[in-house]
């Protein structure tokens, strides 16, 4: 039993000991010798794509590191303008909140009053006066992504013949601001707006696609910031670029369509407790009525949508994927 502590101690010993030799032996000589003779035949070669992979890297190298904070982080203030912003409705936060209140005492008024139980009408009005508002905020923005996600590829195409008819890429932003229409256009005229107040175009990229959380505007803004630094055929790129999102947005469409029966049987499968309820309700109401009155029934419906939600919840996450 005492050589347990012993070997506890001498295990805990070589493992620090093991931790202080790693931490103050510094770097394989071997592998510092590798880097550095790979830095030199980059830096003295001929080849191209060696040259182009060189340029890479010292432009990474003196880019100053930037601390990134996720848009909307700061506050839940801040994430909800931000959502709201998203929608291109020019919803305020005072609107969204005073819609949730006022859409949350109706709801509690009207079945309080019609059931004679507050607090079930209080849960009730709750749920959906702080549910609705977040699905229909969650809708808008859905619809705007949608809308974007269409016709950007379109937009990186007239990027393109703009920049080989001799434009630059300032003016071929302005020429997509001003000729295509929904959220593309407008996205992109903020960013004009932005670069003629002063703020360089990567800043002002950079800020759209924080709102926007997009990875196919991302992928533009990569882009852009690496043609400035090392050079290249820009109109190529973003030639490119526009016919990969335009085949990412076809296997979307694909998976939507594979998936069509699951979300089928599962909105069909989540909505026939709710409409046997309220069909037994019409035809019997004091039966059914009793969930609005007695405290074990009430208990129990409400354990019942929460593991119906939580079904529903398992359900959307199965069919949702992520390309």
Avoid at 62 to 74: D, E, W
């Amino acid at each position: 039993m005492q050589s347990l502590p012993i070997m506890i101690l001498v295990f805990g010993a070589v493992f620090l000991l093991g931790l202080l030799a790693i931490a103050f032996t510094g770097p394989n000589a071997k592998r510092e010798s590798s880097r550095r003779l790979q830095a030199i035949k980059l830096r003295h070669s001929e080849n191209a794509v060696d040259k182009v992979e060189a340029q890479f890297r010292k432009a990474v190298a003196q880019r100053k590191p930037t601390s990134y904070k996720v848009a909307g982080s700061q506050s839940r203030s801040e994430a909800l303008r931000l959502r709201l912003l998203r929608t291109g409705k020019g919803w305020t936060v005072q609107q969204y909140i005073y819609s949730s209140l006022g859409l949350t005492l109706a709801l509690a008024l009207l079945i309080g009053l019609k059931s004679g139980s507050m607090l079930l009408g209080l849960a009730i009005g709750i749920v959906i006066g702080a549910g609705l508002p977040h699905l229909v905020v969650n809708y808008q923005i859905g619809r705007r992504i949608n809308a974007f996600i269409t016709r950007f590829p379109d937009a990186l195409e007239l990027l393109t013949r703009g920049l080989r008819s001799g434009l630059p890429i300032s003016e071929t932003l302005t020429v997509v601001a001003n000729e295509l229409p929904g959220p593309v256009a407008e996205e992109f005229k903020l960013v004009t707006d932005r670069i003629r107040l002063g703020r360089t175009m990567e800043d002002s990229l950079q800020e759209t696609a924080n709102r926007l959380d997009l990875a196919e505007f991302s992928f533009f803004c990569i882009t852009l910031a690496i043609q400035r630094e090392t050079g290249g055929n820009l109109a190529e790129t973003l030639a490119n670029l526009a016919d990969v999102l335009r085949k990412r947005a076809q296997m979307k469409l694909k998976i939507k369509a594979m998936s069509s029966e699951s979300k089928a049987s599962a909105y069909i499968i989540g909505s026939l407790p709710f409409i046997v309820f309220f069909l037994i309700y019409s035809i019997n109401p004091t039966y059914m009525g009793r969930f609005f009155i007695d405290e074990r029934l009430i208990i129990a419906g409400i354990g019942a949508f929460i593991w119906l939600s939580l079904g529903a919840f398992i359900m959307s996450r199965m069919i949702n994927f992520e390309i």
